[in-house]
């Protein structure tokens, strides 16, 4: 806002859903907002010039004009590519008894799945049981846990 504040509550995801479309914004601690705009290649590649952008906005998100800033988003826009949404899925998870993989490293996905933070706490979850059940011999405990995941 002009005073410095925060325009929408600092605390939380925002998520505008569209159907095909996508729109989230995470707070940052300057109180600025990052803001992801999720819609196929062929949508974005047609937004060609400002009064189509606006356009586009005034239809599917005509709160974020005033909440960004109708000067701010055309900028931003239009210095911006689009970037592909990945998935990741590899195996085995190991390399012998040497390396292990966990996580996002194991098995990124888009962000709007929310699930990528507890693919993560039960990889650690079963990790924990081999540990427990195996004691620290990796040569069990790094294969089992590919086999597992």
């Known amino acids: ?19 095909q479309f996508m729109m989230i914004a995470l707070p940052n601690q300057d109180r600025t907002w990052t803001v992801t ?5 062929t949508q974005f590649h047609s937004i060609t010039d400002q009064d189509r952008l ?27 590519k689009p970037q592909p949404l990945v ?11 040497k390396a292990l993989i966990i996580g996002d490293a194991a098995h990124a996905m888009v962000p709007f ?10 990889d650690c979850s079963v990790l924990t049981e081999l540990f427990n059940q195996y004691g620290t011999d990796l040569t069990r405990i790094l294969p089992e846990f590919s086999e597992k995941r």
């Open 54 to 80: 606006l356009d586009f906005f005034r239809q599917y998100f005509p709160d974020a004009i005033e909440l960004i800033g109708r000067e701010r988003l055309i900028k931003d826009f239009f210095k911006t």
């Open 87 to 97: 998935m990741i899925k590899c195996r085995p998870y190991n390399v012998g008894a």
């Open 113 to 122: 799945y929310g699930q990528g933070m507890n693919a993560g706490f039960e």
């Open 1 to 19: 806002t002009a005073d410095g504040e925060f325009a929408m509550p600092h605390n939380y995801l925002h998520i505008w859903p569209r159907g």
């Open 37 to 41: 705009l999720f819609m196929p290649f």
